[in-house]
């Protein structure tokens, strides 16, 4: 036990939103990560797959995500060597972080990211998508509609009046890329180059990364020495 | 000596571990037959899982301990299933509750818990755990961040005689199965106005000789 030891990040990734759609599972994020204040990396992949059937999104420390990936790496190695027919569905996943993050938060030496998990798998019932997070603390859930950080703030009130059962690729597309936009303007580590990746029966896919339109044309903004009276 | 408690139900700290505390309340156990007890507690129906035979578990504090413990008793029971081939029962289950939380008593488990059921002669029973695993059977408990709007309410309806009582007297007014739900219902939608941390929702399961029921109510969102 280290009882004095505070962690704190360095690296630093943003927000991460998810949600369920018809065909499966949709995650996002911008590709930048911060160091401080400084907005260091430009092009860092933050969704990656993990097994057959999951994605995995990460905010917070960059490093200690990166030791997560090699975790699962070891899981699916081993999952694989099995060779028995069967392979860890998102769920198994997601326990397994739960622990691992739980832990490591009880050592007082945590994992400082929040992780998003979302994947489809075929259970008794049919293909079963599955969307969850867990945070340093050992915080964990499951819910149709996930956010890390700023998009808790932002983005979910959003999902929350607008996602309904049974979006299309395309409808999900646009409600995330609403929330993206929002974390975009106001979240003030966001950059504009986004990656969207979507995980159903058929695997996964993690698309190249983009930008978003933005517009500052407000009138507010074209003079804005308007008007301005005194230094102010 | 009498019941430990108080000095329990600490209100959320700030920093590192714990989140929002819910509020868990209880409601007292009905007279002749059916007898049975409600409990409830706000919000997401995660803090409620079945243990046993006839008996609830429902915490409240910081949700990664709440995981943790209730699955540590889950698993515990179900050894406990396997070893003597029947279920747990309630004040079996009471007493594993207690013990496991205090062995954790230099790295307490942050959560707050009521456990509710039907004892061995199918009796209503409550009992009110602390942090660190002082518990007492009583007839009506709450515990989270409501508990201090809540539990003078309910003293207040179910008019426990006073403790200083020699003998000790029976701690609760009989209440039919409806009277107990909609006073459950009521000191709920009462927190729910004052304490920031409650609200959304209410999920109550209702347990008697008949089964367990559950349903859940609407709370100000705001």
């Given at each position: 036990y280290n009882l004095e030891r505070r962690e704190n990040p360095y690296v630093t990734g943003n927000s991460v939103i998810a949600m369920k759609y018809k065909d499966g599972v949709i995650m996002a994020c911008d590709t930048g990560a911060s160091y401080g204040s400084t907005?260091?990396?430009?092009?860092?992949?933050r969704i990656k797959e993990v097994g057959k059937h999951s994605l995995i999104g990460g905010s917070g420390e960059f490093s200690d995500f990166q030791e997560i990936l090699r975790y699962l790496d070891e899981l699916t190695l081993n999952d694989h060597m099995w060779d028995d027919g069967n392979s860890l569905g998102p769920k198994e996943i997601h326990a397994y972080l739960t622990r691992v993050m739980y832990n490591r938060r009880n050592k007082f030496d945590p994992l400082w990211n929040s992780l998003v998990l979302g994947g489809v798998k075929k259970g008794p019932k049919g293909d079963e998508k599955y969307l969850g997070m867990v945070n340093m603390i050992g915080t964990h859930f499951e819910e149709n509609h996930i956010a890390t950080g700023f998009g808790n703030h932002m983005a979910i009130p959003i999902l929350r009046g607008e996602w309904r059962e049974d979006m299309t690729f395309e409808e999900a597309v646009k409600l995330i890329e609403k929330c993206l936009l929002v974390l975009l303007y106001r979240d003030r580590s966001s950059i504009n180059k986004f990656q969207i990746a979507k995980i159903t029966t058929e695997g996964s896919t993690i698309y190249p990364p983009y930008a978003l339109k933005t517009n500052w044309g407000f009138a507010a903004f074209e003079n804005p020495s308007k008007g301005a009276v005194g230094t102010w | 000596c009498r019941g430990a408690a108080t000095g329990s139900t600490r209100t959320t700290a700030g920093p590192a571990w714990p989140s929002p505390a819910r509020t868990t309340a209880w409601s007292p156990p009905t007279p002749a037959s059916p007898s049975d007890t409600t409990s409830s507690r706000a919000s997401t129906p995660r803090s409620a899982s079945c243990k046993a035979d006839k008996c609830v578990i429902a915490s409240s504090g910081f949700q990664g301990d709440i995981k943790a413990l209730q699955k540590n008793l889950a698993a515990r029971e179900l050894l406990y299933q396997h070893q003597h081939n029947k279920r747990m029962s309630c004040p079996a289950m009471a007493q594993l509750l207690s013990n496991t939380l205090y062995y954790k008593r230099f790295f307490p488990y942050y959560a707050f818990n009521v456990l509710g059921g039907l004892d061995s002669e199918g009796k209503g029973c409550v009992y009110s755990y602390d942090a660190v695993g002082s518990y007492e059977r009583t007839g009506y408990s709450a515990q989270g961040s409501g508990s201090t709007l809540i539990m003078p309410v309910l003293d207040n309806q179910l008019k426990s005689p006073s403790p200083l009582l020699v003998p000790a007297r029976d701690a609760v007014t009989p209440l039919s199965e409806s009277e107990a739900v909609d006073l459950v219902k009521d000191v709920f939608a009462s927190a729910t106005e004052r304490d920031i941390y409650t609200g959304d929702k209410v999920e109550i399961v209702v347990i008697n000789k008949a089964g367990t029921r559950r349903e859940y109510i609407e709370l100000r969102k705001d």
């Amino acid at each position: 036990y280290n009882l004095e030891r505070r962690e704190n990040p360095y690296v630093t990734g943003n927000s991460v939103i998810a949600m369920k759609y018809k065909d499966g599972v949709i995650m996002a994020c911008d590709t930048g990560a911060s160091y401080g204040s400084t907005l260091r990396y430009k092009s860092v992949e933050r969704i990656k797959e993990v097994g057959k059937h999951s994605l995995i999104g990460g905010s917070g420390e960059f490093s200690d995500f990166q030791e997560i990936l090699r975790y699962l790496d070891e899981l699916t190695l081993n999952d694989h060597m099995w060779d028995d027919g069967n392979s860890l569905g998102p769920k198994e996943i997601h326990a397994y972080l739960t622990r691992v993050m739980y832990n490591r938060r009880n050592k007082f030496d945590p994992l400082w990211n929040s992780l998003v998990l979302g994947g489809v798998k075929k259970g008794p019932k049919g293909d079963e998508k599955y969307l969850g997070m867990v945070n340093m603390i050992g915080t964990h859930f499951e819910e149709n509609h996930i956010a890390t950080g700023f998009g808790n703030h932002m983005a979910i009130p959003i999902l929350r009046g607008e996602w309904r059962e049974d979006m299309t690729f395309e409808e999900a597309v646009k409600l995330i890329e609403k929330c993206l936009l929002v974390l975009l303007y106001r979240d003030r580590s966001s950059i504009n180059k986004f990656q969207i990746a979507k995980i159903t029966t058929e695997g996964s896919t993690i698309y190249p990364p983009y930008a978003l339109k933005t517009n500052w044309g407000f009138a507010a903004f074209e003079n804005p020495s308007k008007g301005a009276v005194g230094t102010w | 000596c009498r019941g430990a408690a108080t000095g329990s139900t600490r209100t959320t700290a700030g920093p590192a571990w714990p989140s929002p505390a819910r509020t868990t309340a209880w409601s007292p156990p009905t007279p002749a037959s059916p007898s049975d007890t409600t409990s409830s507690r706000a919000s997401t129906p995660r803090s409620a899982s079945c243990k046993a035979d006839k008996c609830v578990i429902a915490s409240s504090g910081f949700q990664g301990d709440i995981k943790a413990l209730q699955k540590n008793l889950a698993a515990r029971e179900l050894l406990y299933q396997h070893q003597h081939n029947k279920r747990m029962s309630c004040p079996a289950m009471a007493q594993l509750l207690s013990n496991t939380l205090y062995y954790k008593r230099f790295f307490p488990y942050y959560a707050f818990n009521v456990l509710g059921g039907l004892d061995s002669e199918g009796k209503g029973c409550v009992y009110s755990y602390d942090a660190v695993g002082s518990y007492e059977r009583t007839g009506y408990s709450a515990q989270g961040s409501g508990s201090t709007l809540i539990m003078p309410v309910l003293d207040n309806q179910l008019k426990s005689p006073s403790p200083l009582l020699v003998p000790a007297r029976d701690a609760v007014t009989p209440l039919s199965e409806s009277e107990a739900v909609d006073l459950v219902k009521d000191v709920f939608a009462s927190a729910t106005e004052r304490d920031i941390y409650t609200g959304d929702k209410v999920e109550i399961v209702v347990i008697n000789k008949a089964g367990t029921r559950r349903e859940y109510i609407e709370l100000r969102k705001d």
